[in-house]
């Protein structure tokens, strides 16, 4: 989901950027706020982060012969709510686009966008809308968690066939060929984001269940997966 | 719930190795060397910028690159380290504080035992 340095004309980086910066003053407020009423969640606000750390680091093949890597930001979503991931995703993105020259500083605003805006939120609503349902806990964090992942992949896929039109059939010509590029490839990932979610909710049920208690969205209802 | 994370975790290797066996090889080139398989999906996607828009040259370029691919492998190593270790931190302290809670609680545990004799 990396759109590389330089590949997004100025128009769009910009525009993008200015579009992530309030998220970001968001999430940092959210986070503040939280640790300052419940600090005894710093802990898990490390973990949330950490999840995030590995799984971006992880590039695992996928079915189309090509690599790619899962987000880890679902997790984090659900415990602190979709704002407070953004300034993990940022801390993220930034290492890479600084040390890794992968992803960059031009596209760190639409790359931020996609992995630490629309996946949370979309991982958030997911979550909400499978427990109005009554769906079991595991099945909400899978799906939420899993499909935030997709979301990032389609955005990020949208974003470059906004920015780049295909000459003979336009934007959606081009919105299938960056489809077929990321969110094909990110199926098995992001079913996989998914499976390691569950697993991490689980250990935390098991050994948080106080903390859990006092989330906004896995603290509602029984905790047990 | 034991087997169950066990079944996750068989899950997700199997997602992970299959691909491998499941791509066909990649056709040969016009060198005759055969194509890089699983490239990265972000530099298709580059590659798919060049010929949409063979004109656009990127206006940025990174402040600075990895010397080679030793050293961005070097660096996702220590990028999924780094998180590894504070989870692994966050899963022993758990452990310790739930055995040591059971602890605790293990001899009352066992009085009601023996008045259950």
Same mark, same amino acid.
């Given at each position: 989901m990396h759109i590389m340095e330089g590949f997004l004309p100025p128009a769009h980086a910009l525009g993008w950027t200015l579009a992530a910066a309030p998220? !970001?003053?968001?999430?940092? #407020? *959210?986070? *503040?706020?939280?640790?300052? +009423?419940?600090? +005894? $969640?710093?802990?898990?606000l490390g973990v949330a982060a950490a999840f995030s750390f590995v799984l971006?680091?992880?590039?695992?093949?996928?079915?189309?012969?090509?690599?790619?890597?899962? =987000?880890?930001?679902?997790?984090g979503a659900l415990l602190f709510g979709p704002a407070?991931? !953004?300034?993990?995703?940022? !801390?993220?993105? %930034?290492? $890479?686009a600084l040390l890794l020259a992968h992803g960059g500083l031009t596209t760190l605003g639409a790359n931020l966008f996609s992995m630490a805006i629309v996946g949370p939120f979309v991982a958030a609503g997911v979550f909400r809308l499978g427990r109005r349902l009554a769906l079991p806990l595991a099945g909400c964090v899978f799906a939420a968690a899993c499909l935030g992942d997709l979301a990032?992949? %389609? =955005? =990020?896929?949208?974003?470059?066939?906004?920015?780049?039109? /295909?000459?003979?059939?336009?934007? !959606?010509? *081009?919105?299938? #060929?960056?489809?077929?590029?990321?969110?094909?490839? $990110?199926?098995?990932l992001a079913i996989s984001e998914g499976l390691l979610t569950v697993l991490? @909710?689980?250990? %935390?049920?098991?050994?948080?269940?106080e903390e859990l208690k006092g989330m906004p969205l896995l603290g509602q209802g029984e905790v047990r997966a | 719930m034991k087997r169950?994370?066990?079944?996750?975790?068989?899950? @997700?290797?199997?997602?992970? @190795? %299959?691909p491998l066996w499941l791509v066909p090889k990649p056709d040969k080139g016009p060198d005759g060397q055969a194509? +890089?398989?699983f490239g990265g999906a972000d530099s298709k996607a580059q590659q798919a910028i060049g010929k949409i828009a063979p004109d656009y040259k990127p206006w940025f370029s990174p402040l600075m690159e990895p010397a080679s691919n030793e050293i961005a492998s070097l660096l996702f190593a220590l990028q999924a380290a780094v998180g590894a270790g504070v989870i692994g931190y966050w899963l022993?302290?758990?452990? =310790?504080? /739930?055995?040591?809670r059971r602890k605790n609680e293990l001899p009352q545990v066992v009085e009601r035992d023996k008045r259950a004799d």
């Open positions: 998220f !970001v003053v968001w999430g940092v #407020k *959210s986070i *503040s706020r939280r640790l300052k +009423e419940q600090p +005894e $969640q710093r802990m898990l971006s680091a992880l590039k695992l093949p996928s079915v189309t012969g090509s690599c790619s890597h899962p =987000t880890g930001v679902g997790l407070a991931m !953004v300034p993990v995703g940022l !801390v993220v993105l %930034l290492f $890479q990032t992949y %389609l =955005t =990020t896929a949208i974003q470059l066939a906004w920015a780049f039109p /295909d000459p003979a059939g336009g934007f !959606v010509a *081009s919105l299938v #060929k960056f489809g077929g590029i990321f969110a094909i490839t $990110q199926i098995p991490v @909710v689980n250990a %935390l049920s098991r050994f948080n269940a | 169950q994370n066990w079944l996750i975790l068989a899950a @997700v290797v199997l997602l992970t @190795v %299959l194509g +890089e398989a022993g302290a758990s452990v =310790t504080r /739930d055995r040591l």
